[in-house]
């Protein structure tokens, strides 16, 4: 038997003070820093990126000064070997060679170290990253969280940190390489000739102001591929958990379009971003090219009027190549650091979002143990951006009690247990628990003495044991068992073939709804709350088990304070007290028998159980 959903023909005025204007935004925060803010402010989160650089950065020189090892020794081997002037110098060249060779290992092994030293800080610093934004998510409160979809926000913590560890890993070392490579290639080059110096570099100014131009639109074309993929994780982490829903409405076609439209708007966000960091490629390649042209015909100039030696020549070639290649190079890591950037910029975004529902923490007030007085104190609600849902409650419930809460959909009922149970505040008035403002209250004796059971229970893919034990670890399997037992549910744990082994799978699909119901009554009787609050399911369930829920909701809310959204008669028959929410506010209040003989809403609610259970 279930609540018939009648259609509300009005709503509770907007009024001042409770209104779209004045409730807290909860989306997440969209940072706007600058490119170096974030990179600063990423940094400084997980210090695990810069502990250690120093002597990383050792490594670094010696396996970058390594790299003019080779041109080097050429020159030396040219000009001092080959063509010494008493003829071929064996002995030198082999010592060059040797010395060479020598300092290559050197390099190699330097490089090696550095790497390894900058993946171990790396994934350090990710690590702390990514538990930090975890933690925040859970933080922030329900309606912060609904503000993005949900693949979307876990894509902050997953995706778009995988994007900063392949800068990291990758462009973060080129970096610093090839930063060092650029300076000790121009140190060198200068040495030899400055005047073919000069030239590389007026040669590649262009490429880099190109290079910094582009930086502004990579920018923001990567912030929105990481915005797109984002949805598109959203979607379709979305339409995998509904399968069920859009195979029993037959709407495949319609969803698959969806998910081809998030699909596409990610790759069409991505190829314009990846052709916008392509186009400095060829242009790097053409401006070597002609640097190569200019250097080789402005050198032999030089070498005839005798102030540049052959082998100072070759090894400057050799020194270009050194030059290159990082400049070459700056566009990729460029388009790796504002992938990052903008990855950076969306998890900053998640850990800039101060929770609208603080916990007082250690300063907070401990609520004594026993069944629980309840008071909302004229309180009244608004959804963020929308209008009034509950208007100036006003209720008194003693410490013991069971009350139903009951009214047509969408009357706030739903509302009301969420700010009983403090998931959000009341835009005015307060709530108190035995006489204590909740926001003064400390999570953890909050959540230790209130418990909420939904109307669909979150089961995850385990056995029924450890679903039942979920907030309470340590609970054997023995006081699970007497826990079920004192809920009248013994025979239903005895028929069940694994028992408390039982694997419930997915969501707990592997269970029928009545089970899945039957699981989180037991839950939350090993929790032992002092204050019950219930959404009861709507689902229909075989006779059987409906028995089996009232018995185990009879038992558990015996000796407890408890709030229940009633949407079966017999709940509402059960309660010490019903209240009637009509349209925001407390219509009505009573016993079962006294309401429904007084001609209001909840008369026309019992006719419509009474009709719809015939
Ligand atoms: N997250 C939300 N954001 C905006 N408006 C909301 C939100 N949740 C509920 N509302 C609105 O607040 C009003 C009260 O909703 P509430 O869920 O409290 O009603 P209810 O009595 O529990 O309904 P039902 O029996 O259908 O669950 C409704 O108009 C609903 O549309």
């Given amino acids: 038997m279930s609540a018939p959903a009648r ?147 876990v894509s902050r913590v997953t995706s778009d940190v995988d994007q900063i560890s392949t800068f990291m890993q990758w462009g973060g070392i080129l970096l610093v390489v090839s930063t060092g490579q650029l300076a000790i290639a121009t140190v060198l080059m200068a040495v030899y000739s400055w005047q073919l110096t000069l030239l590389v570099w007026v040669c590649f100014l262009p490429l880099l102001f190109g290079v910094r131009w582009l930086q502004k639109l990579l920018s923001r074309a990567y912030l929105l591929v990481r915005e797109r993929t984002g949805e598109m994780l959203g979607v379709v982490s979305e339409t995998v958990v509904g399968a069920a829903v859009i195979r029993a409405h037959g709407t495949e076609e319609r969803t698959a379009e969806r998910v081809d439209e998030s699909v596409l708007a990610t790759r069409t966000a991505q190829v314009r971003a990846q052709r916008l960091s392509m186009a400095v490629s060829p242009f790097a390649e ?84 026993g069944p629980v007085s309840i008071r909302f104190d004229h309180v009244s609600y608004a959804y963020p951006g929308g209008p009034r849902v509950l208007d100036d409650i006003d209720v008194e419930i003693a410490p013991g009690r069971r009350v139903a809460v009951v009214g047509e959909t969408g009357s706030g009922k739903t509302t009301f247990v969420k700010l009983l149970t403090r998931l959000m505040d009341p835009a005015e008035g307060r709530v108190l628990l035995d006489g204590t ?95 019950l609050v219930l959404d009861e399911a709507t689902s229909a369930v075989d006779p059987a088990t409906e028995v089996r829920i009232q018995r185990a909701l009879d038992r558990l809310t015996r000796g407890r304070t408890s709030v229940a959204i009633a949407h079966r008669l017999s709940t509402a028959e059960a309660a010490d007290e019903v209240l009637v ?29 009474v009709r719809s259970s015939a």
Avoid at 137 to 147: A, G, I, R
Avoid at 581 to 596: K, M, N, P, S, Y
Wanted: one cysteine or more.
């Fill in 286 to 369: 053409v401006v070597s090219a002609f640097t190569y042209a200019v250097v080789v015909v402005v050198g032999v100039w030089l070498g005839v009027t005798g102030s540049l030696t052959a082998g100072q020549l070759v090894a400057f070639l050799f020194l270009i190549n050194l030059f290159i290649a990082p400049m070459t190079m700056a566009t990729e890591i460029f388009n790796e650091a504002q992938n990052a950037i903008a990855g950076w910029r969306r998890v900053l975004g998640v850990l800039d979002t101060v929770p609208d529902i603080a916990d007082p923490g250690s300063s907070g007030r401990t609520l004594p143990r």
């Fill in 581 to 609: 929410f009509d349209d925001g506010r407390i219509a009505q209040r009573g016993t079962h028998a006294e309401l429904v003989g007084q001609p209001g809403v909840y008369a026309d609610l019992h006719a419509s159980w």
């Fill in 437 to 531: 403002d909740l926001r003064e209250v400390a999570f953890s004796s909050l959540r230790s003495r209130v418990v909420m059971v939904p109307q669909e229970g979150f089961l995850f893919d385990s056995t029924l044991g450890d679903n039942i034990r979920f907030a309470r670890p340590e609970v054997t399997d023995e006081q699970i068992g007497a826990a079920i037992v004192d809920l009248g549910l013994g025979d239903w744990l005895a028929g069940l073939p694994h028992g408390l082994d039982t694997p419930v799978g997915q969501r707990g699909e592997s269970l029928s709804a009545g089970e899945r119901q039957l699981v989180a009554l037991v839950r939350a009787a090993i929790a032992g709350p002092d204050l």
């Fill in 7 to 153: 259609t509300r023909n009005s709503r509770a005025d907007t009024s001042p003070g409770v209104d779209a204007d004045t409730a807290a935004s909860p989306a997440l925060h969209r940072s706007t820093d600058s490119a170096w803010d974030t990179l600063r402010r990423g940094f400084a989160l997980s210090p695990e990126f810069t502990r250690g650089l120093a002597l990383t950065a050792v490594f670094a020189v010696v396996a970058t000064v390594g790299k003019v090892v080779v041109p080097l020794a050429v020159q030396q081997i040219i000009d001092n070997g080959l063509l010494a002037e008493g003829g071929i110098d064996i002995g030198f060249v082999t010592g060059t060679v040797v010395l060479c060779a020598t300092l290559v290992v050197l390099t190699a092994v330097s490089s090696y170290v550095m790497n390894a030293r900058l993946y171990r800080s790396t994934e350090g610093g990710l690590a702390t990253l990514r538990r930090k934004a975890f933690r925040h998510v859970h933080d922030l409160s329900v309606l912060t969280q609904n503000s993005e979809r949900k693949g979307a926000l």
